[in-house]
């Protein structure tokens, strides 16, 4: 089965496109000038992901219309696969450790939650010594090929911890959610607040 997901760069390319937008559908013309593929490696592609059962199609008007298909049995696990490598994560994770100063950064909100679309913006905590000016440049590096806004809260150490000891409300309800560390884990959240 990991064969006929994984053998060609062209699979990895339709997939990466169907994966990171699965509410999205595209014809095949679209696939091929949004991946860059010639329109015959798209159509042989897609046809193998249907087969799979990876793809579901349906027409409107004269085409065909192809969108992953959610109940796939390893759709979750595919989606976080091509997340962490191609994705939202993974430019975002890059952007981050490229900058200085950062204790901790993770995604909350829709995202983390699983629950976004392509409109949802993207809720970010960071957790540094950096100037707000730093890391909205560091940001602005993820946020063009990510065609998604970041919206971010940062706070110091000191700051993270004082609230979080409080109680702050608005750091309790991002703390008690899901989450997606881009630097740091549990463990550096732990260790921050104690």
Do not use: C, W
């Not at 595209?26 to 087969?51: D, K, M, N």
């Not at 993770?106 to 957790?127: K, P």
């Not at 707000?132 to 590096?141: G, I, N, P, V, Y």
């Not at 989450?179 to 921050?192: C, N, P």
């Amino acid at each position: 089965m990991l064969e006929l997901l994984f053998s060609s760069t062209a699979r990895v390319k339709v997939l990466a496109l169907l994966l990171l937008n699965p509410e999205t559908s595209f014809y095949q013309r679209e696939l091929s000038a949004l991946t860059g593929l010639p329109i015959r490696a798209v159509q042989r592609e897609v046809q193998r992901l249907q087969t799979l059962g990876l793809l579901t199609s349906f027409a409107r008007g004269n085409q065909v219309h192809y969108r992953v298909n959610r109940d796939f049995f390893l759709f979750p696990e595919l989606k976080n696969i091509f997340l962490k490598t191609v994705g939202l994560t993974a430019l975002l994770g890059d952007a981050l450790k490229g900058a200085e100063n950062i204790a901790l950064a993770f995604i909350y909100g829709s995202y983390a939650a699983d629950q976004e679309s392509t409109a949802s913006d993207i809720d970010l905590l960071v957790v540094g010594t950096l100037s707000s000016r730093a890391l909205h440049t560091t940001l602005q590096k993820a946020e063009k090929p990510a065609h998604r806004q970041i919206n971010y809260v940062l706070f110091s150490p000191e700051e993270f911890r004082a609230k979080a000891q409080t109680g702050d409300g608005f750091l309790h309800n991002v703390l008690a959610g899901p989450k997606v560390f881009l630097i740091g884990d549990e463990d550096a959240l732990r260790t921050l607040i104690a």
